[in-house]
């Protein structure tokens, strides 16, 4: 996949992400030795990262931190202040959410993935690692992780491809849960896919500013395939 730098959805850089913010700068100053064993595979939502990172777990003995799972734990700690988009977006219901432009959409998700991504790394500074840790989550904005990276092989980003992304989301049952609580599903439905596949392709025009790891999924490829190659690419010992 190749995206242009001038791709339009860079316009949505975040006053968020801002190095003025100094509630960015404190948290983003790790010395990059203190997660010299920290790998990160990011990506857009429904790109196998959950399925790869408990395959890469059992073959490299790996820790695993999934940003998802803890997203519950960290709600009760939203602050509207520190997290506005967060707060705001647990104020509202599914029906309000898809209902949104999808360029609102974008920009609501760009901003609630930076600020759970603070959350997240705080939670791993504050962890004892016997063992590498793979981080694993859609909220690990290419920005935000380059600033802590000890080395460019310690992290990687899958996105898929639009079909790929709408046919795997259909299979999951979840899914129609949360269609199940909007008037319009299938406009709901629209919505949503289409904010993913433009939240893939801003994370793949960042990851390539960057000059970072991109891979792209689009189910040519068997899973042990891609853990082979994201294996490689983090230098696991026998990958």
């Not at 602050?79 to 432009?101: F, G, I, N, S, Y």
Request: net charge negative; proline share 4%; hydrophobic share 45%.
């Amino acid at each position: 996949m190749s995206y242009s730098s001038n791709d339009l959805l860079l316009r949505f850089k975040l006053e968020s992400t801002s190095e003025e913010s100094p509630f960015v700068n404190i948290l983003l100053t790790d010395s990059h030795a203190a997660l010299a064993n920290v790998f990160w595979l990011g990506g857009s939502p429904c790109a196998g990262k959950s399925s790869l990172s408990l395959l890469l777990a059992e073959c490299f003995q790996l820790d695993v931190y999934h940003v998802d799972e803890v997203f519950e734990t960290h709600v009760r700690r939203f602050d509207a202040v520190l997290q506005p988009a967060l707060t705001k977006w647990c104020a509202t219901t599914w029906e309000q959410r898809w209902r949104q432009p999808v360029d609102s959409l974008l920009r609501e998700v760009i901003a609630c993935y930076g600020e759970h991504f603070r959350l997240v790394l705080a939670d791993i500074r504050a962890r004892a690692h016997s063992r590498p840790l793979l981080v694993e989550g859609s909220a690990l904005l290419p920005g935000l992780v380059a600033r802590v990276l000890p080395a460019r092989h310690h992290a990687v980003w899958l996105v898929p491809s639009a079909d790929f992304q709408q046919t795997h989301y259909a299979q999951r049952a979840w899914v129609g849960e949360i269609l199940a609580q909007c008037a319009e599903p299938d406009a709901a439905f629209r919505n949503w896919m289409e904010r993913d596949a433009r939240f893939a392709r801003w994370v793949a025009a960042e990851v390539e500013a960057r000059g970072l790891e991109l891979l792209e999924v689009d189910g040519t490829r068997t899973i042990a395939e891609l853990a082979a190659i994201v294996a490689a690419h983090f230098q696991l010992a026998g990958s």
